[in-house]
Each structure stands twice: as structure tokens, then as C-alpha cells.
């Protein structure tokens, strides 16, 4: 009688053990998912969100912010070099192997030119059109930037 009791409880404690792992397995499964799908999500996002160019460097804005999905663009152009836009100068230099992506233009470019560096708008302007009048390809009216 006493030894049936203990047989039944052992295999009854065996059987929770065995639920209970599964379940803790499950639990941390549902913890962890995000986390993994956040590691390969993350790196993607952080350039491939953009989607207008911040206009907040105007203080008075005539145009709509202009459309331009940054990685997609520059895979569709084969731009590699990123000091292309994200120049660093030096006495008046464009440093060959530096760049400034972690600075918006306007941290350098004012609203008003000074000397050899252009306002704001006309350092928009000179980049971009610049590149798709040389290139030939590219947007190069007004609308088509600044698109609704
Ligand atoms: C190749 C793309 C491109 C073209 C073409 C273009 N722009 Fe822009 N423009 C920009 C970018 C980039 C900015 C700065 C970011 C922003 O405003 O979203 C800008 C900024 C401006 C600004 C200052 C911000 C504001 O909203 O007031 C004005 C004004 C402007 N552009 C007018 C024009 C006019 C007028 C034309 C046609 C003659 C034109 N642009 C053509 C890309 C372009
Ligand atoms: C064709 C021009 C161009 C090229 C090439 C380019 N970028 Fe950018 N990038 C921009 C513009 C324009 C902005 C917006 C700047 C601003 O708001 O003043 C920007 C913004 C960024 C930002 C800030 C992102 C955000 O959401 O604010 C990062 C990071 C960045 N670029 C990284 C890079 C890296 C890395 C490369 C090279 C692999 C690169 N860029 C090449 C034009 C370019
Ligand atoms: C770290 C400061 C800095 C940042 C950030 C910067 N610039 Fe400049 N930029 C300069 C200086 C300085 C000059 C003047 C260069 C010279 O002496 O000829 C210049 C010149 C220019 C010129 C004219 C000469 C040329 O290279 O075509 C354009 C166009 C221009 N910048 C566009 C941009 C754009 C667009 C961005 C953002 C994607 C940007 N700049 C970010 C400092 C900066
Ligand atoms: C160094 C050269 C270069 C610079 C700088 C450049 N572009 Fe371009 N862009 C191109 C080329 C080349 C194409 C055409 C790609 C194709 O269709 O093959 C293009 C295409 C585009 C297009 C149409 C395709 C798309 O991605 O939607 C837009 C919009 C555009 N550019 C906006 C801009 C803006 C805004 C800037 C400035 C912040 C800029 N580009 C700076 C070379 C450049």
C-alpha cells in the first residue's frame, strides 16, 4: 500500500518535470523571439526608414520635404562612397578616406552661404542635381523632388 503510494507519486512527479521543462522552454522561446527577429530587423531599419529628407534645417519651408529612400537610392545609383555626400573638408580639401554621415548638412551648411560653402538650400541643390544633370539620369524638376 505505502510502496504503491510512493511508486504513484514518483511517477506523477516525474511527469510535471517533464511538462514543467517543456513549458519553461516555451516561455523562453516567446521571450527570446523578439529579440532575435529585433537582431536582423534592427540594421535594416535604422537607414532604410528614411523616407523624406529632414526640412526641419529651414526656418521657412516652400516646398514639400523632398522624397528620397536613402539605401534604395544609393543601391539604384551604385553609390558606394559614402563621403560622396557625407563630405568632410580641410582647408579646402574634401578629405579622401573621411566621412560625416553621423552629421545632418545642416550642422555645417547654415541657411546663408559662407565663402566656399553653400547655403543650406543650394548645398541640397548642387548635391543632388549636380549628380543627376553630370549623370544624366535622376529627377532634375522642381516636382519631382519636392513631390506631393
Ligand atoms: C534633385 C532633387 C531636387 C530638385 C530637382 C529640386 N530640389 Fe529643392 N530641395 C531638394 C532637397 C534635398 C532640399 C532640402 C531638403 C528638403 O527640403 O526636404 C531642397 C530644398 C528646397 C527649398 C528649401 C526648403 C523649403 O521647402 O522651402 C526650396 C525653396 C526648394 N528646394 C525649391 C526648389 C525649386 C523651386 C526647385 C525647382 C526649380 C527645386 N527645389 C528642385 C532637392 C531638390
Ligand atoms: C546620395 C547622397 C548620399 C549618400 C551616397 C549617402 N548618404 Fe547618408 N544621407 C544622405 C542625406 C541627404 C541624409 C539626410 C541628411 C540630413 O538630414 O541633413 C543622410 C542621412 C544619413 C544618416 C542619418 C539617418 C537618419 O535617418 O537620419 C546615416 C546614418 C547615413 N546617412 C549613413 C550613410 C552611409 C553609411 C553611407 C554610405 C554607405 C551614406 N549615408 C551614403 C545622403 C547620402
Ligand atoms: C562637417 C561639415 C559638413 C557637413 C556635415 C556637410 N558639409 Fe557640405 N561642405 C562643407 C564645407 C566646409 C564645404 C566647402 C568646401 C570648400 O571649401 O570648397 C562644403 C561644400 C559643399 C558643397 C559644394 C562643394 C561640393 O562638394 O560640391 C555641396 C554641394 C555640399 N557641401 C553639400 C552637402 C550636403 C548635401 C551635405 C549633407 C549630406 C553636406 N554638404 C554636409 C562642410 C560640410
Ligand atoms: C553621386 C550621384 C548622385 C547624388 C549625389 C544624388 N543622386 Fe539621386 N540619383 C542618381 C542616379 C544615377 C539616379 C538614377 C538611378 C537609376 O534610375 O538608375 C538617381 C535617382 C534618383 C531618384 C529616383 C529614384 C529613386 O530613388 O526614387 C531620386 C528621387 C533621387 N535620385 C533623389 C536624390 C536626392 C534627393 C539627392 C540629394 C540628397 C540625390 N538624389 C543625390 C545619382 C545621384
Redesign the pocket.
Known amino acids: 500500500m505505502t510502496d504503491r503510494f510512493y511508486a504513484d507519486r514518483d511517477s506523477f512527479d516525474g511527469l510535471l518535470k517533464k511538462g514543467d521543462t517543456k513549458m519553461k522552454k516555451r516561455i523562453a522561446f516567446i521571450l527570446i523571439a523578439p529579440v532575435l527577429a529585433g537582431i536582423f530587423i534592427l540594421p535594416v531599419f535604422s537607414q532604410e526608414d528614411m523616407e523624406v529628407i529632414d526640412d526641419g534645417g529651414f526656418g521657412v519651408k516652400q516646398r514639400p520635404a523632398v522624397v528620397f529612400r536613402h539605401d534604395e537610392h544609393n543601391e539604384l545609383a551604385e553609390i558606394e562612397d559614402c563621403s560622396e555626400?557625407?563630405?568632410?573638408?580641410e582647408n579646402?580639401e574634401?578629405l579622401e578616406d573621411e566621412s560625416?554621415e553621423d552629421?545632418s548638412?545642416s550642422?555645417?551648411?547654415d541657411e546663408k552661404s559662407s565663402g566656399?560653402?553653400?547655403g543650406l538650400r543650394r548645398?541640397?541643390h548642387?548635391?543632388c542635381k549636380?549628380c543627376h544633370l553630370e549623370n544624366r539620369k535622376g529627377p532634375v524638376m522642381c516636382g519631382q523632388c519636392h513631390a506631393r
Open positions: 555626400c557625407h563630405h568632410v573638408y579646402g574634401k560625416s552629421l548638412c550642422e555645417c551648411h566656399r560653402q553653400p548645398a541640397f548642387m548635391n549636380g
